[in-house]
Structures are given as structure tokens and as C-alpha cells.
């Protein structure tokens, strides 16, 4: 039985004496096209700050009626919920086009 070929992946160690790369770093396999909008993997090195499903709502627990004031405060939200863990939003390493100042994930479940 043979292994299917496809592009490899080197992990290549820094020497001790090198400074190793400072901030998150894109994986990029050997010989794949270079996704536009997305990154194939992202590897950093420091401490893990996630959120939950993060909504539009106010201190007061309550939603504004329209959907950009809902957007807005959730992003003051994952803010404020970055900022209680140690980051800002500089530290998102979703982002991957060095422009972007915002990416929304969404996941949807279409019924059977």
C-alpha cells in the first residue's frame, strides 16, 4: 500500500540562536495556490483568548432594533471581551488579509 502524493507540509525548527517570527504566522503548504480571503492554517505563539457567540447587546442587556446598531455593539462587545483577556483586536488571528479590519463567521443548519 503506497501513500497518495500530495503537497508536504515542512515544519522547519528555528535554531536556538535565530530570533524566532514575532506575531501569528500563515501555513502555507508546499506547491498549494494561496488562498485569497482565508488563511489554510495559522500557528501563533502566546496565551488563547476566545469568545463565545457574541451578540449586540448592551450592558443593560438590550438589543437595539436595527440590525448595523446590533453589529456595532457586538464588535465594542468582542472588544470589551479581548481587552478582559490581555488583547486587543490586533491579536484576532482570523483576520488574514492584512487589510481587513473585519471577518463575520456565520454557521447555519438548513433542516432536513
Not at 35 to 64: C, F, Q, S
Not at 71 to 86: F, K, M, Y
Amino acid at each position: 500500500m503506497t501513500a497518495p502524493k500530495g503537497p508536504t507540509l515542512t515544519v522547519v525548527p528555528h535554531p536556538k540562536t535565530d530570533t524566532p517570527p514575532s506575531g501569528p504566522q500563515v501555513l502555507q503548504p508546499s506547491g498549494w495556490p494561496i488562498p485569497k480571503g482565508y488563511a489554510n492554517g495559522m500557528v501563533a505563539d502566546g496565551r488563547l483568548v476566545v469568545t463565545g457567540g457574541v451578540i449586540g447587546w448592551d450592558t443593560e442587556g438590550h438589543l437595539a432594533p436595527d440590525f448595523v446598531a446590533q453589529v456595532r455593539q457586538t464588535l465594542s462587545n468582542i472588544a470589551d471581551i479581548l481587552a478582559e483577556g490581555g488583547a486587543r483586536p490586533e491579536h484576532l488571528v482570523r483576520l488574514v488579509e492584512k487589510a481587513a479590519l473585519v471577518e463575520i463567521e456565520a454557521t447555519a443548519v438548513v433542516p432536513r
